[in-house]
């Protein structure tokens, strides 16, 4: 081994670091000079495979290292520059003793070293694997909101840094001392970034106090109103985002809301930010928080005074829009009087009548509720077939679509207005799947297929599959949708394509779903994945086109899933769970089961080149190792199942 001399001077210096011999008078010196050599990338590699974490663990652990303080703060200037290189993927973030160390050294009472304790900390708290440590401890929340108090800003914001990362995972009881300090964080602290760490944490905080009114009382309504106007997007963005919580944490106590004037600013964003910007679809989404809650819309008249101006900007926004429409969904039969003076307040327009239509569906909803006996919901569907001529067309056809008899009255007297009869029964044929047909053209007219059988808004289930039931049951109920033609959901659809395809050469069909979660909710959908020539896709319906169909022409299985996954962010949604199925047979008269989920890939704990590898190792060990080469007719008899285990590593 070369001597020190010999070395290069970085080198030389992590030679000393390493000497356990060094008296620590020196260490400080030397850290000082380690530090200096760290502006280079290069030494950051070296650093690491030198175990230089193993190092400063050994020396923070010295029982006479606390009179060293010098020492200490370039200690941990050293780690907080090293994790923040390599988003602390390393050997001290998967230390439990690591971790810890710094947990210790963070309520230390010397100032000059609190602040890189809690630097190093803020990195800990941004590494997944540091992260699961932090969370198993039991007194990290209490650590933290006691450094949240510190006399030193910087170090507080380090702190709440670290409680808006742990507080949606560990919730823990918050009080007015705590939340008043953060909101007194945010008007005296100047750094955007940690500005915007600290409104996360009022946001995550909010839904961990012990009582609502801590929100009003601590005066949180007006502090996030003033940074809407922020001149840095992402922290008006937070702010919007932290009101949207606050509003759904306040539910029947808004008229604290409306009165701070906030619904005024939520409005002016709406109407004058551009589009698809995280700004203007928080501001819309807690618009609608407020403009749903009953008790609140009656002092909401900063709303309703730019209605429908304002609505119609709202539904603009796709994520919003989306959500109003499963509200309404939700409220199917049971139509709130809330809900229907905003859409009266919409319908009052041409405009607005269009926006309603287009970005609601509000047809099913409106019947649903006018058949309850609703006046109200009644009068909205005039005023909506009035001035939009697709609503009408619509309406004349929902009874007969969905096997619905008798028309009512109210259904039959409004299109007497406009000399509409209502439809007669319609059948859908099959597709024409001849043999001479390319596998993308059977996919196409499948799909085709699909879209003319309708999405299922009306809140009636027509058909249920069972997933315990086998495949021959399960193409039962295939052929009985095809059969009546009703509406479907994405499973019916699943199952519907499943049928179409079978038999088709070379294509290899198996379940994809996705989970997914938006305000707080979970939601599941499925389509059928498709693989021919080496190239995916999928055959599928849903509430959102952009989540159906996907032609095949997608490399690979990941590819596909990152498409969708991106389509459910724009919508709003975050996709934290795909699942996988084995293949279906391509016959239809077998006993077997239908292995709807064989493995899950969480997709928030892996990476996407480990998601890329373990979703390639299922598939290709669940596919036929030779896919129908063409179309024979069944042997009678019951096939053997073809079992297939799950990956080890999901």
């Known amino acids: 081994m070369a001597s020190p001399r010999a070395l290069n001077p970085?080198?030389?210096?992590?030679?000393?670091?390493?000497?356990?011999?060094?008296?620590?008078?020196?260490l400080a010196g030397i850290l000082s000079d380690l530090h200096s050599y760290l502006g280079h990338p290069t030494n950051h590699v070296i650093a690491i495979n030198a175990g230089v974490f193993a190092d400063l663990r050994r020396w923070l652990s010295l029982p006479d290292i606390g009179q060293h303080q010098n020492a200490i703060v370039y200690i941990f200037l050293i780690i907080d520059a090293l994790l923040d290189m390599f988003d602390g993927r390393h050997a001290f973030v998967n230390s439990v003793d690591g971790v810890n160390l710094v947990l210790e050294w963070v309520a230390n009472d010397a100032p000059s070293i609190r602040l890189p304790v809690g630097r190093a900390l803020r990195r800990l708290a941004e590494a997944p694997d540091s992260f699961a440590i932090l969370l198993k401890s039991d007194n990290v929340i209490t650590t933290l909101l006691n450094v949240l108090f510190d006399n030193d800003d910087r170090v507080a914001c380090c702190a709440a840094?670290?409680?808006?990362?742990?507080?949606?995972?560990?919730?823990?009881?918050?009080?007015?001392?705590?939340?008043k300090r953060l909101l007194n964080l945010l008007e005296t602290v100047s750094n955007d970034v940690d500005k915007l760490d600290v409104i996360r944490a009022v946001w995550n905080m909010s839904n961990?106090?012990?009582?609502?009114?801590?929100?009003?009382?601590?005066?949180?309504?007006?502090?996030?109103?003033?940074?809407?106007?922020?001149?840095?997007?992402?922290?008006?963005?937070?702010?919007?985002g932290a009101i949207m919580a606050l509003s759904i944490s306040l539910k029947g106590k808004l008229a604290a809301?409306?009165?701070?004037?906030?619904?005024?600013?939520?409005?002016?964003?709406?109407?004058?930010?551009?589009?698809?910007?995280?700004?203007?679809?928080n501001a819309a989404i807690a618009l609608r928080h407020i403009a749903e809650n009953e008790t609140a819309l009656p002092t909401a008249s900063a709303l309703l005074e730019h209605s429908p101006y304002i609505l119609r900007s709202v539904l603009g926004v796709r994520g919003s829009a989306c959500a109003i429409r499963r509200h309404l969904e939700e409220k199917t039969g049971r139509a709130t009087a809330n809900v229907l003076s905003l859409l009266q307040t919409l319908l009052d327009d041409d405009e607005g009548c269009q926006a309603a239509y287009d970005c609601l569906g509000i047809v099913p909803f409106l019947v649903n509720g006018a058949t309850n006996g609703n006046d109200q919901?009644?009068?909205?569907?005039?005023?909506?077939?009035?001035r939009c001529p697709p609503a009408l067309a619509e309406l004349s056809t929902f009874f007969v679509k969905r096997r619905l008899a008798p028309v009512p009255v109210f259904v039959e007297s409004i299109l007497n207005e406009h000399r509409l009869p209502a439809a007669k029964a319609m059948t859908l044929p099959r597709p024409v799947l001849s043999p001479d047909m390319s596998v993308r053209d059977r996919v196409r007219a499948i799909q085709d297929y699909l879209d003319a059988l309708e999405y299922n808004h009306t809140g009636f289930q027509f058909f249920m599959i069972d997933k315990r039931d086998p495949m021959q049951t399960t193409a039962q109920v295939a052929d009985a949708i095809m059969a009546e033609a009703l509406p479907i959901k994405c499973l019916e659809a699943c199952a519907v394509a499943m049928v179409l395809t079978c038999g088709t050469p070379g294509l290899v069909r198996s379940p994809l779903r996705f989970r997914s979660v938006a305000n707080g909710r979970r939601y599941w959908h499925i389509v059928c994945l498709l693989e021919a020539d080496g190239a995916f896709g999928a055959l599928g319906l849903s509430r959102q086109k952009s989540l159906g169909y996907r032609p095949i022409h997608f490399p690979s299985v990941t590819a596909l899933v990152q498409d969708y996954v991106a389509c459910y962010e724009r919508l709003g949604h975050h996709v934290d769970r795909v699942t996988l199925g084995t293949p279906f047979s391509h016959r239809m008269d077998t006993q077997d089961p239908v292995i709807w989920s064989a493995v899950t890939f969480p997709i928030a704990g892996l990476s996407p080149e480990s998601l890329s590898?373990?979703?390639?190792?299922?598939?290709?060990?669940?596919?036929?190792?030779?896919?129908?080469?063409?179309v024979q007719r069944q042997p009678a008899g019951r096939p053997r199942r073809d079992r297939i285990s799950a990956i080890d590593a999901v």
């Open 377 to 386: 919901a009644a009068t909205c569907l005039r005023q909506l077939c009035a």
């Open 10 to 26: 970085f080198t030389a210096l992590l030679h000393r670091v390493h000497n356990p011999d060094l008296p620590l008078d020196d």
């Open 613 to 630: 590898r373990h979703i390639a190792a299922f598939y290709s060990r669940a596919r036929p190792r030779r896919p129908l080469a063409k």
């Open 257 to 281: 809301v409306a009165n701070a004037g906030v619904i005024s600013t939520l409005c002016d964003i709406v109407l004058n930010t551009a589009d698809a910007t995280p700004l203007r679809t």
């Open 208 to 240: 961990c106090l012990e009582s609502k009114d801590t929100i009003i009382e601590a005066g949180a309504i007006p502090v996030m109103t003033k940074l809407l106007t922020y001149n840095v997007p992402a922290i008006a963005s937070g702010a919007a």
């Open 161 to 179: 840094a670290c409680l808006a990362s742990l507080l949606p995972y560990r919730p823990t009881k918050a009080v007015l001392r705590d939340y």
